[in-house]
């Protein structure tokens, strides 16, 4: 699990060829300035502190190394740099038997995702299940270790506090925030489903999860004009020239109704999915079913049942004066040839007419076929 640093012990000297007294060891991660714990004994149980003090003698302690690349700054009790090793290879050594020992720290770095037909905890790992993560003293839910340390900062790091959020707020940096005991919640894949940023470096975006198009908004409303409405969809949330304008509220045609007024602009970027931002790693969107609003149910017919009808007609003589309650009537000529003398009245019929109504307006489900297991993240 881990390599002894100077395991024969060598003082450490200053510039002036004495005992370096109070010197003190500074540990990072890989080639970067990211700090590095590391340990007073072989399983990685005990952390020492941050930076490692030397004795009056310039003797360090045992200090134990996780597996991996790392660096080392050693320093003069008054701040005078003494020596800086860099990127320091510090792989995992063959097994007793005559193989190679290949551990999960040469396999994943920190912050890979793996899933597994599996339940429970697995080591060296944390699951992806929204709990948080902190130092031995943070109360983490998750995971609360000197070991953490790393996964700490690459959440930090990497993700912004919308996705990974740190108790009572971000400080000055992820150093900073774990030894302040905070804590920072570890994105959750509950019931989710893996899908790649619609842009990830490409030259242009993938348009797979999100409509790309052009606008021009007057910025007097929220009515913008789109150059194609393909793939736009009420409740999708809209990135126009690179700043949010909410959600799509209605679309006609090519006019589409933003919930926030945008800045005018002619032929700027659109982008629209119902991720908050389908380039933003981390942004999670989706769900199991889904209801249409009339809005969103494409246009149709109805089917019509019409057995058709007939109008009777009533002859009165012309000695009545004024029709019956409820009846109307025409006074006809006497003499017209195809019409017999006296007062008519046509008697009222319904026409039987009715459409077809069907559906039961309950939500169809979207899921694809999916199977189930665990989400983990390296620490």
């Not at 006609?252 to 933003?258: A, I, K, Q």
Request: with cysteine; proline share 9%; hydrophobic share 40%.
């Amino acid at each position: 699990m881990s390599a002894c640093w100077n395991p024969v012990p060598t003082p450490v000297f200053n510039s002036a060829g004495a005992f370096a007294s109070g010197a003190t060891a500074y540990f990072y991660s890989g080639d970067t300035t990211t700090p590095l714990i590391v340990y007073s004994e072989p399983t990685l149980t005990y952390a020492l502190p941050w930076p490692v003090v030397a004795s009056v003698t310039g003797l360090f302690p045992p200090i134990y190394v996780p597996y991996g690349t790392y660096s080392v700054k050693v320093l003069a009790c008054n701040g005078v740099l003494i020596w800086y090793a860099q990127g320091i290879d510090n792989p995992a050594p063959p097994s007793s038997g005559g193989g190679i020992v290949v551990t999960a720290d040469e396999i994943f770095q920190t912050g890979d995702p793996i899933w597994r037909l599996t339940t429970g905890p697995l080591s060296g790992f944390v699951r992806m299940n929204g709990n948080t993560l902190g130092n031995i003293t943070s109360g983490a839910t998750e995971y609360a270790a000197a070991n953490a340390n790393n996964l700490f900062s690459f959440l930090w790091t990497n993700l912004p506090n919308t996705i990974a959020p740190v108790s009572s707020g971000r400080g000055a940096s992820a150093s900073a925030d774990f030894a302040a005991n905070k804590t920072i919640v570890i994105p959750s894949m509950q019931g989710a489903v893996a899908a790649g940023v619609d842009s990830m470096g490409g030259t242009v975006p993938g348009s797979e999860i999100q409509a790309v198009t052009t606008c021009s908004p007057d910025g007097t409303d929220g009515i913008v004009p789109v150059t194609s409405a393909a793939n736009i969809a009420v409740g999708q949330y809209v990135i126009i020239n690179g700043v949010a304008a909410g959600q799509v509220q209605a679309i006609s045609g090519l006019n589409v109704t933003v919930s926030v007024t945008p800045a005018a602009g002619t032929t700027v970027s659109w982008r629209s999915s119902f991720f908050t931002d389908a380039q933003q790693v981390g942004a999670l969107a989706g769900t199991q079913g889904f209801q249409p609003s009339t809005d969103q149910i494409p246009a149709h017919n109805h089917t019509t049942t019409d057995p058709g009808h007939v109008h009777g007609m009533v002859q009165y003589p012309n000695s009545i004066s004024s029709p019956p309650s409820g009846v109307t009537f025409s006074t006809f000529a006497s003499g017209t040839p195809t019409t017999p003398a006296g007062q008519n009245s046509i008697v009222s019929a319904v026409t039987g007419l009715t459409i077809n109504n069907t559906g039961g307006g309950n939500p169809f489900p979207l899921l694809q076929p999916t199977r189930i297991g665990y989400w983990f993240m390296h620490l």
